[in-house]
């Protein structure tokens, strides 16, 4: 096979999963997909046998997808040594998502040091978001001292999002007030009005927002306290309560966060896991839409989002108040709408594709050719 240009390799470790993706002009010629939270001891071997079996394909540039880069990575930015030790100092705040992430991106740069590494943070799709919905009604001074802001997540799929609802809607994506919500194993939900991100549910960490497949979601922080007090419990049984046994697998008694065999269970447990987290994410929705002047379309991705009909019926059956009717079309097989024809606020699906838009940022963040380029300040240029 000849030797072939521009092909971006892609990352994207997940709180519970791996992925790799060879990706060429839009195309993805490679995928390796592991449904296991990545062995920081094992990722290398990992990576040197996708790239082995990618044979002739040149790889140009590998762009990692980068949960939370904190006020280091702000936006698609080449990694080098003191940017990964930057975004190190801010692993804490997505525990679950930033050390494997990191360790990858370290075995990669070991295995192809001759080619750019770009991290792709999923903060950036939201830095522009108003002072009045990035800022918490906390003290100004440990705002101040603690750089306390909502930075929201999801970003690399809200991205791929937009612009495929504004191909199906045939409307530049600039006109378009949406919300988006993207469900999977991590949840969230975003006003977008003309390209931007005006509000989001996850805030400072990924732990804020709707319930997800594990994590709690937004819960009372007096609750929390409670909790602290008078050794009911420890801090890191709280968090690991929190982050590991909350959510749907919380809710529905540690029978399973996987919406899929919830709605196979029949079971009361399962029935309630399922209408918390339709009820919260309806909620959630409703106040997203509050940013907006008008709502022009809802749009459902993220792996339940995008393969889950039940889910999407029983939030839009919820949503009744903001126009939004439940989908006439249940299983999708491809993007498009799923709401009744004429309907006052279409209802779209799109199928997340977090590889694609990695490349497309990795390949914008180098000048779009895969080499780089010198920003104003003579350092690796970003993109704006």
Known sequence: M????????????GSSSLQLHLVRDGEVLRVE???????PAEVERTVADFLDAAGDHEITAVGHRLVHGGEAVRRPTVADDGVVAAVRGYADL???HVPPALALVEACRRLLPGVPHVLCPDTAFHAGLPE?????PLPAEWREKYGLHRYGFHGLSYSWALDR?????????GTLRLVLTHLGGGSSVCAV???????????FTPLEGVPMSKRSGSVDPGMLLWLLSESRLTLEELRDGLEHRSGLIGLSGG?????????????????LALAVFAHRVAREIGAAATSLDRLDALVFTGEIG????????AVCARLGLLGVEPPVRAAVEEDGVVSAPGAAVPVLVVRPREELQLARDTLAALGGDGKKTPGGDGKTGEIR
């Open 33 to 39: 997909h592991s449904e296991r939270s990545p062995d």
């Open 2 to 13: 000849a030797t072939t240009d521009r092909a971006v390799l892609t990352v994207n470790a």
């Open 132 to 136: 009045s919905a990035a800022t918490y």
């Open 94 to 96: 997505a525990p679950l």
């Open 193 to 203: 009005r003309e390209g931007r991100s005006l509000d989001t549910s996850m805030g």
């Open 306 to 313: 995008w393969d889950q009909p039940e889910v999407r019926e």
């Open 255 to 271: 029978m399973s966060g996987d919406t899929r065999e919830l709605v196979k269970a029949a079971d009361p447990a399962a029935e």
């Open 165 to 173: 609802a504004a191909e199906l809607l045939d409307r530049p994506a």
